[in-house]
């Protein structure tokens, strides 16, 4: 049986908390790694998920205390999400090329 690791940094603007973690985590760009198992199906090979880390930011300087936690991908994507529906949910603001109104407008 084959594995594969693949790794990817999510950024959040916000501080952001997960499902069965009694800590806010603050904003910021982590990394996560999740491993999958090769297995040859009947029908086709595929690659079932089998973990996902997250390397937590340390609260001090010292990278020998650095924690890695093992999460559910699911609720890392509705954390990602929700983090993401924030920006989104900024009003917009666009400038009139009109030389009498050059307050802002906002787009909706």
């Known amino acids: ?14 501080p ?13 760009a982590y990394k996560v790694i999740t491993e999958e198992s090769f297995t040859e199906n ?29 999460v559910d991908p ?3 994507e509705v954390a990602h999400l929700r983090d993401q529906k924030m920006i989104d949910a900024r009003p917009k603001v666009a400038f009139s090329a009109r030389k009498s109104n050059n307050r802002a407008k906002r787009v909706f």
């Open 74 to 76: 699911r609720d890392l």
């Open 16 to 28: 952001f908390s997960l499902r069965g973690l009694a800590e806010v985590l603050p904003a910021g």
């Open 42 to 70: 009947v029908t086709y090979p595929t690659y079932q998920w089998v973990s996902t880390h997250m390397h937590l930011h340390t609260k001090s300087d010292r990278p020998d205390e650095a924690r890695t936690m093992s």
């Open 1 to 14: 049986m084959t594995n594969r690791t693949t790794s990817k940094i999510l950024n959040f603007v916000r």
